[in-house]
Nanobody
Framework: QGQLVESGGGSVTAGVSLKLSCTAP????????MAWFRQVPGEEREGLAA????????HVPDNKKDRFTISRDNFNAILYLAMDSLNPDDTAMYYC??????????????????????WGQGTQVTVSS
């Protein structure tokens, strides 16, 4: 932990958009499988999106597809999460994660388990109505 650094969170009003960023050392960024999660204190961690660089595979759960978009800048080693139409239920700490894997299928399985080797410290998003 500590090698992934999230940013872009803040306190916003409902309806706005935010784009979170996650920077990492290149040796971690080339880990191939990277993802975004969020967690509210006292609740289980929730997977939001994942991406695998080898095939540009991306996955966003069905209940998030209309508002969440994952992307990455491989040259600058930055992972992004764009979130639209934020509402108070989106209030949480948002984390990025990374793990070295060999396929999009492996990345998907890892994402579902939340079994990543590297985690950031998180960036807080607070949405008021």
């Amino acid at each position: 932990q500590g090698q992934l650094v999230e940013s872009g969170g803040g306190s916003v009003t409902a309806g706005v958009s935010l784009k979170l960023s996650c920077t990492a050392p290149q040796e971690i960024f080339t880990q191939n499988c990277m993802a975004w999660f969020r967690q509210v204190p006292g609740e289980e961690r929730e997977g939001l999106a994942a991406t695998f660089t080898g095939t540009e595979w991306k996955h966003v759960p069905d209940n998030k597809k209309d508002r969440f978009t994952i992307s990455r800048d491989n040259f600058n080693a930055i992972l992004y999460l764009a979130m639209d139409s934020l509402n108070p239920d989106d209030t949480a700490m948002y984390y990025c994660a990374a793990r070295g894997l060999d396929s999009g299928a492996s990345c998907h399985s890892t994402f579902l388990r939340g079994d990543f080797a590297y985690w950031g410290q998180g960036t807080q998003v607070t949405v008021s109505s």
